[in-house]
Each structure stands twice: as C-alpha cells, then as structure tokens.
C-alpha cells in the first residue's frame, strides 16, 4: 500500500479532526495531493487539495473555512485539518496522489488512492 490514511473516528457534531497520510514510496513530493471522501450511497466527492508546492489550494465549497490541507514534502505526507464538523461531513475520506504538479479537483485527475478513513459525526 502506497498511501496509508490514518485519523478517522467518531465525533459530535462541531468536534475536530486531523487526518494523515503518508506516501510510503516517497513518490508524491513532486505532485498535487489531494483528500476526496465518499458518503454511503453518494458518489465520491472532491474535498479539498494542493500543488506541490503548496502554493494553490483548492477546497469543495461546502468545508471552506472549516477544513484545512497541509502537507510535508520532507515526510510525504499530507494533512486535512476539519474543524466544526457536521453530520453531513460523516464519509470514508480518501487520500491521493495526483497525476501533476498541479491540484486538481477531479477524481481523473489522481493516480494513487489510499485505503480510506472513516469519519463518522453524530448529532
């Protein structure tokens, strides 16, 4: 396994949560990263990513100004900071690698996937 997600769990609604990802292979400092997550019964959805660099940042209009995403080239890694969650944010989040240096909102757009974390909000 490439990507190893990490950091889900169980939380009341306006809670918090920080997800991890590491790229094992060290292959991922050179491309966008991005977080994607995916509800029962609902399609995957873009979340949030950025380039390489960090320098764009991209998010889904729905966690802007809640969620934030980080990473750490040195380490491979990357982060999705969720702050005053809700109900409808509970989904398996997915990490990914994306084809470019450029981020990308689009699930085509990624070619490595991790296994996915549960977040599950109550109410």
């Known amino acids: 396994v490439q990507l190893q997600a990490s950091g889900g769990g169980l939380v009341q609604a306006g809670g918090s949560l920080r997800l991890s990802c590491a790229d094992s292979?060290?292959?991922?400092?050179?491309?966008?990263m991005g977080w994607f997550r995916q509800a029962p019964g609902k399609e995957r959805e873009f979340v949030a990513a950025?380039?390489?660099?960090?320098?764009?940042?991209y998010y889904a209009d729905s966690v802007k100004g809640r969620f934030t995403i980080s990473r750490d080239n040195a380490k491979s890694a990357v982060y999705l900071q969720m702050n005053s969650l809700q109900p409808e944010d509970t989904a398996v989040y997915y990490c990914?690698?994306?084809?470019?240096?450029?981020?990308?909102?689009?699930?085509?757009?990624?070619?490595?996937w991790g296994q996915g974390t549960l977040v599950t909000v109550s109410s």
């Open positions: 950025l380039s390489w660099n960090s320098g764009i940042k």
């Open positions: 292979r060290r292959t991922s400092s050179n491309n966008a």
């Open positions: 990914a690698v994306g084809l470019r240096a450029s981020a990308g909102r689009l699930p085509g757009e990624y070619k490595y």
